[in-house]
T-cell receptor, first 112, second 117 residues
Framework: GNSVTQMEGPVTLSEEAFLTINCTYT??????LFWYVQYPGEGLQLLLK?????DKGSNKGFEATYRKETTSFHLEKGSVQVSDSAVYFC???????????FGGGTRLMVKP | GAVVSQHPSRVICKSGTSVKIECRSL??????MFWYRQFPKKSLMLMAT?????????EQGVEKDKFLINHASLTLSTLTVTSAHPEDSSFYIC?????????????FGQGTRLTVV
């Protein structure tokens, strides 16, 4: 079946540091890939998405590129802020839209 | 973007009572709806997947009689926690998927924090 693996946290960075959170997947067909963010005490918010190979999703300074050859969708940000502290989930939705698979989540803590 | 509304956002109930949580896709018809449970500082645990008009598919270890899922229409799914106990206290999140223009997207509700006392 489908699976998503993302790096375990917590990831602790200083403000303005470069961020990478790795995410790799296994799936059949052509899934859509997502990054969701969860701030403390809240639900999940869609951060960015990519629906086909080589697509780059971007939002709020975050980027991730759908790499089919390496089955990866790594999340990057050039300069993190304290307000980026949250848990980030990588997810995969199959083409039929009836199977949504999450990675384990990565907690990011940004210190001033 | 598409909106999924989950209600209530917080609920406190007495042990032994039942609680219903609603999940609505406000501006699209959902292909599939998913129910997740999240324990503190943990990832999301898929409880069940449901399609409109058919029975939900439960994940292994999830009690069907305790967590009743009804998917009455393409825009509404409900989760009822029956005879709730303190160990059912958790954060419950619903999601709805939409297939449009050849690809699929998933949207999440705001989550419901259930506390059973």
């Amino acid at each position: 079946g489908n699976s998503v693996t993302q790096m375990e946290g917590p990831v602790t960075l200083s403000e303005e540091a470069f961020l990478t959170i790795n995410c790799t997947y296994t799936a059949t067909g052509y899934p859509s890939l997502f990054w969701y963010v969860q701030y403390p005490g809240e639900g999940l918010q869609l951060l960015l998405k990519a629906t086909k190979a080589d697509d780059k999703g971007s939002n709020k300074g975050f980027e991730a590129t759908y790499r089919k050859e390496t089955t990866s969708f790594h999340l990057e940000k050039g300069s993190v802020q304290v307000s980026d502290s949250a848990v980030y989930f990588c997810a995969l939705l199959n083409n039929a839209g009836n199977m949504l698979t999450f990675g384990g989540g990565t907690r990011l803590m940004v210190k001033p | 973007g598409a909106v999924v509304s989950q209600h209530p956002s917080r609920v406190i109930c007495k042990s032994g009572t039942s609680v219903k949580i609603e999940c609505r896709s406000l501006d699209f018809q959902a292909t599939t709806m998913f129910w997740y449970r999240q324990f503190p500082k943990k990832s999301l645990m898929l409880m069940a997947t449901s399609n409109e008009g058919s029975k939900a598919t439960y994940e292994q270890g999830v009690e069907k009689d305790k967590f009743l899922i009804n998917h009455a229409s393409l825009t509404l799914s409900t989760l009822t926690v029956t005879s709730a106990h303190p160990e059912d206290s958790s954060f419950y999140i619903c999601s709805a998927s939409r297939r449009d223009r050849g690809f699929t997207e998933a949207f999440f509700g705001q989550g419901t924090r259930l506390t059973v006392v």
